[in-house]
């Protein structure tokens, strides 16, 4: 049997609600997350990626439908919801915008602390966290602001990983990066779940960056879950892609071009090592 973290069970949730502006931003969404995946979320700004991975751990609560987590609704009255952010962390947008503590160190302290860790297991995490992010020790007592962009992702991620999540949410974790720090940083976020078995939710633009390190991936369209598959089948419907405002890799247009123009490629391919291996074994006359 599957091991399912994270069940979202039918999702609804709508903005200005009795306003006579209401707009409906999630629309019956169900989907699972099991142990040890990396998924891909993407969709065009306003198709509810964001308000979706909100509800995840609770901070928005959803107007019909559920989340267990493990087994448990995190919705019921009980539920202890400060523990879940701590086992389902998430990683905003722009989370620097977020970081307020004096030192690099307190700020990823604060996290495990406001969960009830004691001060040893507090700084023993923190430290860890700090270090797995690839962060150099002559950060700890810097102000976080004075870090790079890079940096201080790693920060907001670090901040994250100190609470031990086993479920890692990450809301366009690249966005505004420089090329070298944006695949510094993606790097980074593969290892965790190679290395460490995490599972990853990844809100991303970027169709590349999902081909590449999504073992499946979810498309929202104006608030419905429309695409819930591979990255290789749901980069298939091109067309049905573009209606949305999105767009397959740039590999696989490449790669139907030359298609087209009688060369003997595998157009489906999505991934740059998928494609250049399928150009290179054409050129040189080789059978796959």
Do not use: W
């Amino acid at each position: 049997m599957e091991e399912y973290k994270l069940i979202a069970d039918h999702l609804t949730y709508s903005y200005g609600k009795g306003s006579g502006r209401e707009r409906k931003a999630l629309d019956d969404v169900s989907f699972v997350l099991r142990k040890g995946e990396f998924v891909g979320l993407i969709g065009h700004t306003g198709s509810g990626k964001s308000t979706l991975v909100q509800q995840l751990n609770a901070l928005l609560k959803p107007d019909s439908g559920t989340v267990f987590f493990e087994g448990a609704d995190i919705f019921e009255k009980d539920y202890d919801r400060k523990a879940l952010r701590g086992k389902v962390g998430l990683v905003f947008q722009y989370p620097e915008h977020q970081l307020f503590e004096e030192t690099v160190f307190a700020e990823v302290c604060y996290g495990p602390k406001n969960i009830g860790m004691d001060r040893k297991a507090t700084e023993l995490a923190a430290y860890a966290a700090i270090k797995r992010v690839g962060l150099e020790d002559e950060v700890f007592d810097q102000p976080p602001f004075d870090l790079s962009g890079g940096q201080k992702r790693r920060v907001a991620i670090a901040s994250v990983l100190a609470m031990k999540p086993e479920i890692l949410i990450l809301d366009e974790p690249a966005a505004g990066l420089d090329p070298a720090g944006r695949m510094d940083l993606l790097s980074m976020i593969r290892e965790l779940k190679e290395k460490e078995g995490i599972t990853i939710l990844m809100v991303s633009h970027s169709m590349e960056d999902v081909a590449e390190m999504a073992d499946r991936l979810m498309v929202m369209d104006r608030g419905k879950l429309v695409f819930d598959d591979s990255p290789a089948k749901v980069f298939s419907h091109v067309e049905e892609l573009e209606e949305m405002g999105l767009a397959a890799p740039e590999m696989t247009y490449i790669l139907r071009d030359l298609k087209a123009a009688g060369f003997d490629v595998d157009p489906s391919l999505i991934t740059l090592k998928d494609a250049r291996d399928t150009i290179l074994r054409c050129m040189t006359g080789e059978k796959a």
